[in-house]
């Protein structure tokens, strides 16, 4: 299957401390891409970052791709009780389709 | 910008029940349009998407049927529910060569 996995499946932590999200992937890929989804909603578009690239930054998120390893990380800094969600990582190979992974469920703690 | 519109938002139905869900889109043409499942707590699955008017494609082995007859509209369909069949289900498109996908605000069904 090409579909990637996220680690840890969940993760709990206090306000103003920074989270680490990493997804795992087997295949080749064109873009890797990041979601959030708030409970028994839509996903919603973080971040893509390319297969040449390595870093990519928006406002408190950061997200590194590692080719060489199938990996990538989502790095949230000083986070808020509002980034509480599931996070997905996505990637697409070579078609349209966008494969997800199995998640990352957040908890942050005011 | 698009607009996805996805209805109904719940529904609880009887095995071996039709189902029809649709999704519209907005804002828009010629989008890419896919059908996600996702179990509870668990990743979104791709079940089918499509390119354009008529053209469907099939990711997995299954009780559901997609269609496709008009640029911006996007039918999940089945003849007769099975327990197995309930999950969230996620409309999306991609449009204009941009890579994101934007997603609309799901239907939960419970087959019983």
């Known amino acids: 299957s090409q579909q990637g996995e996220e680690d840890p499946q969940a993760l709990s932590i206090q306000e103003g401390e920074n989270a680490t999200m990493n997804c795992s992937y087997k295949?080749?890929?064109?873009?890797l891409q990041w979601y959030r989804q708030n409970s028994g909603r839509g996903l919603v578009h973080l971040i893509l970052?390319?297969?040449?690239?390595r870093e990519k930054h928006s406002g408190r998120l950061r997200v590194t791709l590692d080719t060489s390893k199938k990996s990538s990380s989502l790095l949230i800094t000083a986070s808020r009780a509002a980034d509480t969600a599931s996070y997905f990582c996505?990637?697409?190979?070579?078609?349209?389709?966008?494969?997800f992974g199995t998640g990352t469920r957040l908890q942050v703690f005011p | 910008s698009q607009t996805i519109h996805q209805w109904p938002a719940t529904l609880v139905q009887p095995v071996g029940s039709p189902l029809s869900l649709e999704c519209t889109v907005e804002?828009?043409?010629?989008?890419?349009l896919y059908w996600y499942r996702q179990a509870a707590g668990r990743g979104l699955q791709l079940l089918f998407y499509?390119?354009?008017?008529?053209?469907i494609s099939s990711e997995v082995p299954q009780n559901l049927s997609a269609s496709r007859p008009q640029d911006r509209q996007f039918i999940l369909s089945s003849k007769k529910l099975l327990l197995s069949d309930s999950g969230f289900y996620l409309c999306?498109?991609?449009?204009?060569?941009?890579?994101?996908?934007?997603f609309g605000s799901g239907t939960q069904l419970s087959v019983l």
């Open positions: 804002g828009t043409s010629n989008p890419n």
């Open positions: 996505a990637t697409s190979h070579n078609t349209d389709k966008l494969i």
């Open positions: 999306a498109c991609q449009t204009g060569g941009n890579e994101k996908l934007f």
């Open positions: 295949t080749s890929i064109n873009n």
């Open positions: 499509s390119v354009g008017i008529g053209q």
């Open positions: 970052i390319r297969s040449n690239e």
